[in-house]
């Protein structure tokens, strides 16, 4: 089986961005961009604009890529689940737990996150 991870990787590689592979997964998604199909879920821009980046329970992403680094702005999830997200890849650096939908990541936090886990109950 291959992870998500490494077909971003893979197309990344091929010079597509990490943007592109998952705009066309939202695209496909039964309810584009919500919070159903999806454990947790980030977005481009304040409340819950521009391209999604997602990930479900127990995953994270080690490195978001260079289509999504320092480009988080909101968060949505499903109940019971958080997201810690990290100032740098490799879950480095400050972190701070999201719980619940935050239309606004906040100043401090707006366009800084590099990588990121989806932790459910
Ligand atoms: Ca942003």
């Known amino acids: 089986m291959v992870s998500k991870l490494h077909v971003v990787l893979v197309l990344t590689g091929l010079g597509l ?16 961009g919500g919070p159903r199909r999806h454990d947790c879920i980030g977005y481009e821009h304040r ?4 391209a999604t980046i997602t990930q479900n329970a127990g995953r994270g992403w080690r490195y ?22 990290y100032q740098h890849r490799d879950y480095q ?11 606004y990541v906040g100043d401090l936090w707006n366009d800084q996150i590099s990588s990121w886990k989806c932790q459910c109950d």
Do not use: H
């Open 47 to 50: 409340d819950f604009g521009g």
């Open 64 to 85: 978001v890529g260079g289509g999504w680094n320092d480009k988080i702005s909101s968060f949505r999830m499903r109940n019971g689940c958080g997201i810690r997200a």
């Open 93 to 103: 650096g400050d972190s701070k737990v999201f719980r619940g939908s935050y239309r």
């Open 17 to 32: 961005t990490t943007s592109n592979v998952l705009d066309a997964q939202a695209a496909g998604a039964p309810e584009p």
